[in-house]
């Protein structure tokens, strides 16, 4: 991989972001497991690797140590690392005093308890202090954790996820929990190591699709660079991650959750693990630098001209610091991909302001826990400003943002897109999983002289409401001007069914107040010390109401939004409407 700098970005070949003129099909992807084939094949290589060479070391043969230390490629939050040192843990707004902790009954939020099981916050502690201050700290808390959890394997200290994230901290800050002189406890933190990567041996191709999976993949490869006698495991590990990563990303480098936050853990993750080679002397292997290769451009394409993440899929508006952070890390240098057309995701360019939007299906029910109905939403920022952005933060919940404000965080109103008939575009069952609505969506996208042209529709509405939704986007080459239009169309082989009274919604950032024209189809959007941007729509009705978006750390905060309601009759309906930047 080639190492990050402060000079000018290179792109690899690898990076295609021309625009391809012309209709495309994007349908939602078949849900499907390992077939029986995959199976056979993940059977048979589990059998291959357990060779006497893999009994020998398990009855201790060879001596349980760590090999070396690898450098962490990310940089922890000093504030969350501080207040370890101060008596608490503090994730997403929540305290836990060290004082009061029971790692065998955490009285937590889901979130906060993989912070604590993955261990995490030693990168945040090892960020807040040196070696001396900070290891009299970590190594009473994994005392604890063995105490409560090394010899029973329990949800969610033993989970997939959690396990391999764990392998990849204990060893990147193994100085923090192996400075004891107490060579029982030593011992301990060694044993667990080497019965977590036996546990993710067993679980890892049983385990859901997703990042998890993923990182439970990473954990077996690096336990196996980690320890002496690896071989075999190192050979059955790589065989497994590159099955995982061939499923776990789409052909232009984006997750199949479509999360931007999944996409940074996946970065992360491997990132890490090629530290772990770096420390071996051990190339990376080149299907590992391919996916990072890819997978780069595209996380990239979801960021603002300030370089902060948009709020798609659950995740909130990650801070630009961290995102160049993982970036960073992964050693890719790049410039963000224009058009994932298979992630989902399409990204308009003038001058300083990027509009975002969101042109496929939501995920597969399967690969997603947080995914939302945002088929056709965007976001318009102008420099450090979003001037439209999505809620976001559904897969942030904490102090702040509790299960069912999550719930409504993943629906359709929360995003600025047409909703009718205050129906999911996608529908959101009870369970939280994904149910039925979008299954393709259409979309044209060319570059001309007058700009860059997105056309999109889905399908989400047919069947309940007889409508197809069709959406135009048009930023001119400046940037100065988003045009915009909404079609409710008579969807195709669909009985007609009456008047249907729908909402165009545009959320406003976080540091916008508006303030309708005397015509009432107006608005001034004004942002203190920034740009002034104006809002105009061709009929319906406009009003200012209250929103919310979430930032990075999983905080809402109060926002306004611009709301458009009209009635589509059976034959259809047309809004067309502009964002100008006026001063």
Not at 175 to 201: E, G, K, M, Q
Not at 279 to 289: E, G, H, K, L, N
Not at 391 to 405: E, F, M, Q, S, V
Request: charged share 20%; proline share 6%.
């Amino acid at each position: 991989m080639t190492g990050a700098t402060d000079e000018p970005d290179d792109t690899p070949a690898t990076l295609d972001d021309t625009i391809e003129p012309g209709k495309r099909l994007i349908r939602l992807p078949a849900d499907k497991g390992l077939s029986l084939g995959d199976r056979i094949a993940n059977h048979i290589t589990r059998l291959t690797w357990r060779t006497p060479l893999h009994a020998f070391r398990l009855k201790g043969r060879f001596p349980l140590k760590l090999l070396g230390v690898p450098e962490d490629p990310v940089p922890g939050d000093a504030r969350a690392g501080t207040a370890i040192r101060a008596g608490h843990f503090l994730h997403r707004g929540l305290k836990q005093p060290l004082a009061e902790l029971d790692f065998a009954a955490l009285a937590v939020a889901p979130a906060f308890a993989d912070y604590l099981h993955s261990f995490a916050w030693l990168r945040d502690l090892a960020a807040a202090g040196t070696r001396a201050e900070t290891a009299p700290i970590a190594e009473p808390l994994v005392r604890q954790w063995l105490a409560a959890h090394g010899e029973t394997v329990s949800e969610p200290a033993w989970s997939a996820e959690n396990s391999g994230w764990r392998i990849l901290f204990w060893a990147s800050h193994a100085p923090l929990i192996l400075s004891s002189s107490d060579l029982i406890y030593r011992s301990a933190v060694l044993n667990h190591l080497a019965r977590t990567a036996r546990h993710l041996d067993r679980i890892a191709d049983k385990t859901r699709p997703g990042v998890g999976q993923l990182v439970a993949w990473v954990g077996i490869v690096a336990a196996s660079l980690l320890m002496p006698g690896g071989e075999p495991r190192q050979i059955f590990g790589e065989a497994g991650l590159r099955k995982v990563l061939e499923t776990s990303f789409y052909a232009d480098g984006g997750t199949i959750s479509r999360s931007p936050q999944a996409q940074q853990d996946a970065i992360m993750a491997l990132s890490m693990l090629a530290r772990i080679y770096d420390m071996r002397r051990i190339a990376v292997p080149p299907f590992v630098q391919e996916v990072l290769a890819r997978a780069v451009p595209a996380l990239l394409g979801l960021t603002h001209s300030d370089g902060g993440m948009g709020s798609w899929q659950g995740s909130g508006a990650t801070p630009a610091a961290q995102i160049q952070a993982i970036v960073q890390a992964s050693g890719v240098r790049t410039r963000p991909l224009k058009q994932a057309r298979d992630w989902g995701y399409q990204r308009l360019v003038g001058n300083k302001v990027v509009v975002l939007a969101d042109a496929a299906p939501p995920p597969i029910a399967r690969v997603t826990e947080a995914g939302c109905a945002s088929t056709l939403a965007f976001e318009l920022s102008d420099g450090d400003e979003r001037i439209v952005v999505n809620c976001g933060g559904a897969a942030l919940t904490g102090a702040t943002i509790p299960a069912d404000l999550a719930r409504g965080l993943r629906t359709t109103a929360a995003h600025s897109t047409l909703i009718v008939a205050d129906s999911n575009s996608t529908a959101i069952l009870a369970n939280g999983s994904l149910g039925k609505g979008v299954t393709e969506v259409e979309l044209d996208r060319r570059e001309t002289t007058q700009g860059s042209r997105l056309e999109m529709s889905h399908d989400g509405y047919a069947r309940r409401h007889g409508l197809i939704h069709r959406r135009l986007l048009i930023l001119s080459p400046n940037g100065r001007e988003l045009r915009g239009e909404d079609m409710l169309l008579p969807a195709p082989r669909t009985r007609r069914k009456g008047d249907k009274g729908f909402a165009l919604r545009f959320h406003l950032g976080p540091h916008i107040s508006a303030s309708l024209t005397a015509d009432g189809l107006g608005g001034l959007l004004r942002i203190a010390g920034g740009p002034l941007w104006q809002f105009r729509t061709s009929e319906g009705r406009l009003a200012v109401e209250e929103s919310l978006w979430v930032d990075g750390e999983g905080r809402p905060h109060p926002t306004e939004q611009l709301v458009v309601t009209s009635i589509a009759p059976a034959g259809g309906a047309s809004i067309g409407w502009i964002f100008k930047h006026i001063g």
